[in-house]
């Protein structure tokens, strides 16, 4: 599953990467990206996603490793950008641009 497909989802879930578990925040979906939402996170859009059930909860493990060892900090830097403003942790008006709740 792709992190759009994850977006569309009605879930409350933790999110984390698969390298160093660093972005640890949570998402509460569905959620819809207006157009420059889909521009500003086109990349992490794309990240493959993994959900794991660990008794009571489910996280999802953002895949941002990569055989070339020099871009998983990138996919990492384009996953976290995008939960973090999911989370909130952007300007209203940002936030206003970039999604839509469903």
């Known amino acids: 599953m792709k992190v759009r ?3 569309e989802m ?3 879930i933790d999110v984390y990467d698969n390298v160093c578990e660093e972005i640890g925040i949570a998402f509460c979906g569905p959620m819809e990206l207006t157009p420059e939402g889909e521009k500003e996170f086109g990349k992490a859009l794309n990240l493959d996603v993994e ?3 660990t008794g009571d909860y489910k996280v999802a493990i953002v895949d941002v490793d990569d055989k070339n060892a020099y871009f998983w900090r990138d996919k990492l830097n384009e996953a976290k950008a ?4 999911l989370a909130g942790y952007c300007s209203s008006k940002n936030f ?3 999604f839509e709740e469903v």
């Open 5 to 7: 497909d994850l977006l």
């Open 10 to 12: 009605e879930i409350d």
């Open 51 to 53: 959900i794991v059930e």
């Open 82 to 85: 995008l939960f973090y403003a």
């Open 96 to 98: 206003d641009k970039w």
